[in-house]
């Protein structure tokens, strides 16, 4: 039995919830965002709350429950409030930039990184502060992760990109006797 699954997911106003079949669809103040689900797992909508259930008692549904019950929370946040990760980048002449419609890193290689910003993700720069945000909240992480991969942190002098809330452990590094 899923604990996160058998709570009902309540509808705050002004956000429409609609199941068609396996696509569950959330429109909010903030934008639409839909998805499909496996059909061993049903969703119901009524009285202004959202439930989840398996469709039938097999080990498959029951796993699914309560990641779908999940996903469908964080669709119904999203279209409400945005979700956000934050980047820092730490190093001598690291800096990132917004261009058009690019993200641009310049992260100590010989050649600066332009990663295209994708559909629904607004990304700001202030100093060496990277914002994320967006209501998928799947696209947001994900975008976030590919940033932090091009120049992750590093043990000796901390520098690269990490998250806000990440801590890089540092060692201590070679001493003269």
Do not use: C
């Not at 279209?79 to 001598?92: A, C, H, Q, T, Y």
């Not at 600066?112 to 998928?136: C, M, Y």
């Not at 990109?161 to 890089?168: C, L, M, Q």
Request: proline content about 5%; overall charge positive; hydrophobic content about 35%.
């Amino acid at each position: 039995m899923s604990r996160i699954g058998k709570q009902p997911i309540i509808i705050p106003q002004n956000t429409e919830v609609n199941v068609e079949g396996n696509t569950v669809r959330v429109k909010g103040p903030l934008g639409e965002v839909s998805r499909s689900f496996h059909n061993a797992v049903l969703t119901t909508v009524s009285d202004g709350e959202v439930v989840v259930r398996p469709a039938e008692k097999t080990l498959f549904s029951q796993a699914l429950w309560g990641t779908v019950a999940s996903h469908i929370r964080n669709m119904v946040e999203g279209v409400n409030k945005s979700f956000e990760k934050r980047l820092i980048i730490e190093g001598v002449g690291y800096r990132a930039e917004v261009s058009g419609n690019d993200l641009v890193l310049i992260v100590g290689f010989s050649h600066n990184i332009t990663l295209p910003i994708p559909d629904g993700i607004e990304v700001a720069v202030q100093k060496n502060t990277i914002t994320i945000s967006g209501i998928n909240k799947e696209s947001v992480g994900h975008f976030a992760a590919l940033v932090r991969s091009y120049k992750k942190p590093e043990p000796y002098k901390g520098k690269g990109i990490r998250y806000e809330d990440e801590v890089v452990r540092r060692k201590q590094g070679k001493r003269a006797v």
